[in-house]
């Protein structure tokens, strides 16, 4: 295990030294301090963890093949940017672009995420899914073009606060949301079909949860026993009739 | 006859095939190579029949015809004359109202624009400075792409300042970004050995890079758009440049869509999306909302690869290029890509390609001058792509401005290509736009490369002997020289963005 402190250290100064110190062998990485620094973990392709104190910038794990990140307060925005494995659990808020693009991997989060979250999220193999928990509520567009994985939306502690924005799943082809409480029908897209979960979404369900809840310490069984409603896409090709071949 | 016309809407077809009855051996090769139906055997009447509505004028049959019986025909406009509609508005009303649907087309902007390239002569050297020979003569078209220092500093005879990473390129043109799914398995071989060969680069395109093709390390740009699609570290590591694409010329502003019966089990690997599910590539980046976000990306790839490889930036030419670049410049990319109004595309909406953007000649230009002014231009490189059609045409894209172009349309035509613009259709009969295996194998990728390899060096070889004709030894000295640049037939305003005198003055 190493302890870096990355109080008044530049992004790229950090970044360097995790590199370096990964390069080294090390596997574990605790760094204090963090304060706003970008890409904390992005592209590393080995399977190291790394513990967070403070508050990492953006771009957190983009583009990263294998390693755990644990954020042990909020995060900002572009939180797994086209991440391929691995895991990133943020113990707070996430900010906008959750996501974007993931292809593997997952990423829990206790609290809040921003806007258009898990946007483009895609998964191309049974085995090679991504999936995204997040304890509380959501901003507008989220799962935007969404072409594969497993979204599962909580909303837990959230008072009057609306579980979702505007613009669920627009341009959705693929993958599937689960919303606990249901989800307010104006709010969707019109490419998305409502429906209940079957016992193998809900087998699905109770995993994810259940590391959700010992993760953060909810309880599985008060959760899991609330409805959940299913969002998956009404077709593979939602634009596949507006155009004709020309000219 | 196996067809009946359908009169609500009927449309009158572009060509004629024309058969002649005392050459025609009725061989069938034309039937065999037709891929768009145009062409069939009808055996009870043991008779060839043309079906001129399906015929697109890709020539695959006359081609293939031993005897040369087929001829192919544009067909004048059947309407009335009307220079205010001219056809194609007709038609594209009532195939609006009939099918509707938008149309979809392929390739660069086949409308009567301008072409500036047409409009620049370039100047040679007489008496007051002598020509030089290249067939005898050493001569430099040697570039480097990436982020250039300042000044160098040198301490006890060694260079002391760190370079940024730069790509070196023999001769400055580069094969565009056209991805495996508008392009097959072939063609990319074709275009990456080519590439080794040449000692250029090639980019992957959108569509990431399939295994196979790992082996062309040391030549290879990836692209990064807005969709991802099979970005991932290996990707990233493989390449010597990464491109975030921003936009492309031939629909700006708007993002891509591969449809799902082109997403084969190989190109849904690729791309690391699901078979047979549309590809949507998103109209912007979703991380990428400002010049400040775009900064993020740049680095985040910076991040990813260690700061070893430059990163190209592909913006579309728009109206405020200059301004645009400008920002792009400052985000931290070391080279811009602009892509011209009439860059290729796999598929792009009709009104968007041919109403959208800017020439390349005039944003080329009005980058350059910005750039300049700011103190950047010596900083990044500049890659000019859009429209480039021959040699001259890359000749005088350096003197307005650019360090390299992309090639992509000329790529296509080299192999066989013959702009029948029906790549969105992926039936395309000389087995370049298609992924149907039974298509794709008429493209040998032995003969391929050997074409691509021959036209790129017969233009070097002309870029050289008009180098020399112009005294210059070096392309580096030939770069945003736009005095070796005369103009005519332009009005001033014109001239006075392109930087360049009238021809006579």
Redesign the interface.
């Known amino acids: 295990m190493k302890r870096i402190d990355a109080s008044n250290l530049k992004y790229n100064v950090l970044n360097d030294i995790i590199r370096r110190v990964i390069e080294e062998g090390e596997n574990k990485i605790i760094i204090d301090g963090v304060c706003g620094q970008y890409y904390i973990g992005c592209g590393i392709a080995k399977p190291v963890e790394i513990v967070i104190n403070g508050v990492p910038g953006n771009d957190l794990g983009a583009f990263m093949e294998g390693p755990t990140i644990i954020v042990n307060e909020d995060a900002q925005d572009g939180i797994g940017n086209t991440m391929s494995s691995g895991e990133i659990i943020i113990h707070g808020n996430a900010g906008d672009v959750l996501g974007y693009s993931m292809r593997g991997g997952s990423i829990f989060v206790k609290g809040n995420v921003g806007y258009r979250a898990c946007i483009h999220m895609k998964a191309y193999k049974e085995d090679v899914s991504p999936t995204v928990v997040i304890g509380g509520c959501a901003g507008a567009f989220m799962g935007e073009y969404m072409a594969g994985g497993t979204l599962i939306l909580l909303g837990l502690n959230r008072d009057k606060k609306r579980l979702t924005g505007n613009y669920l799943g627009t341009g959705m082809h693929g993958g599937a949301i689960f919303v606990r409480h249901g989800v307010d029908e104006s709010l969707c897209s019109s490419e998305v079909l409502i429906s209940k979960p079957d016992d193998k979404d809900m087998q699905k369900i109770l995993t994810n949860v259940k590391k959700f809840c010992d993760l953060f310490g909810f309880d599985c069984d008060k959760i899991i026993k609330d409805e959940f409603v299913k969002i998956t896409p009404k077709s593979k090709r939602p634009y596949g009739n507006l155009y004709i071949p020309g000219p | 006859m196996k067809w009946m016309k359908d009169v609500k809407t009927y449309t009158p077809p572009d060509f004629h095939v024309i058969r002649d009855p005392d050459r025609c051996i009725k061989c069938k090769a034309c039937v065999e190579q037709c891929s768009f139906d145009a062409t069939f055997y009808d055996e009870e009447e043991d008779k060839i029949w043309n079906w001129d509505a399906k015929c697109v004028g890709c020539n695959r049959c006359a081609a293939f015809c031993p005897t040369e019986a087929i001829t192919i025909e544009n067909r004048e406009n059947p309407y009335r004359i009307n220079e205010s509609w001219g056809k ?1 508005n007709v038609v594209g009303v009532k ?1 609006r109202a009939a ?7 392929s390739m660069g902007s ?1 409308k009567p624009y301008i072409v500036y390239w047409d409009h620049m002569l370039i100047n040679a050297s007489q008496v007051t400075n002598p020509s030089i020979d290249p067939l005898r003569e050493p001569m430099e078209l040697k570039t480097f792409l990436g982020k250039k220092v300042d000044y160098l500093e040198i301490e006890d005879g060694k260079l002391k300042t760190v370079l940024y990473p730069q790509l070196e390129l023999e001769i400055p043109i580069m094969f565009a970004a056209m991805s495996y799914g508008a392009l097959n398995y072939n063609v990319i071989e074709a275009i990456g050995r080519a590439a080794v060969e040449l000692g250029t680069y090639f980019n992957s395109g959108e569509g990431g890079l399939h295994k196979d093709h790992y082996k062309f390390e040391g030549n290879i740009i990836v692209q990064v758009a ?3 699609f099979g ?3 290996e990707y ?1 590591d493989v390449a010597s440049a990464i491109e975030i694409k921003i936009g492309q010329g031939a629909k700006p502003g708007i993002g891509g ?1 591969l ?2 019966e082109k997403v084969t089990a190989s190109i ?2 690729t ?4 078979k ?3 590809a ?1 590539s ?1 109209a912007p980046h ?2 990428i909302y400002s010049i400040e976000d775009l900064r ?2 740049i ?3 910076k ?4 700061y070893k490889k430059p990163i190209f930036v592909k913006i579309a030419c728009v109206h405020n290029i200059a301004a645009i670049a400008s920002g792009v410049a400052q985000a931290g990319a070391d080279v811009i890509v602009l892509d011209g109004f009439k860059g290729g595309t796999g598929a792009s ?2 009104v968007i390609r041919d109403n959208v953007g800017l020439p390349i000649e005039l944003a080329l230009a009005s980058v350059d001058d910005r750039l300049r002014q700011e103190g950047l231009r010596g900083k990044i490189s500049l890659v000019a792509s859009g429209g480039i059609r021959n040699s001259m045409d890359v000749i005088k894209a350096i003197a307005l401005g650019a360090d390299a172009v992309y090639i992509g349309t000329a790529t296509l035509i080299a192999i066989g290509c013959t702009m029948c ?2 790549c ?2 992926g039936k395309c009969a000389w087995g370049i736009a298609t992924q149907d295996p039974f298509l794709s194998k008429r493209q040998n990728p032995n003969i391929a490369t050997q074409r691509l390899v021959n036209l790129v060096n017969v233009w070097a070889l002309e870029i050289k002997e008009t180098l020399g004709a112009m005294g210059i030894n070096s392309i580096e000295s030939l770069k945003g020289n736009r005095l070796a640049l005369r103009g005519f037939d332009l009005s001033e305003k014109e001239m006075e963005i392109l930087g360049i005198l009238h021809a006579g003055e």
Do not use: C, N
């Not at chain 2, 099918?99 to 087309?105: H, I, K, L, M, T």
């Not at chain 2, 791309?271 to 699901?274: K, S, V, W, Y």
């Not at chain 2, 991040?303 to 260690?306: C, D, F, G, I, M």
């Open positions: 194609w195939k099918f509707g649907g938008a149309p979809v087309v086949d807005s969709g991802r970005v991932y570290k990233l869509h449809p799902g849904a690997q791309r690391m999306i699901p047979g599910t549309d949507l998103p979703h991380d993020q990306l680095y985040a790839l991040e990813a690869t260690e909406p009709q613009q029906q969105h259709t």
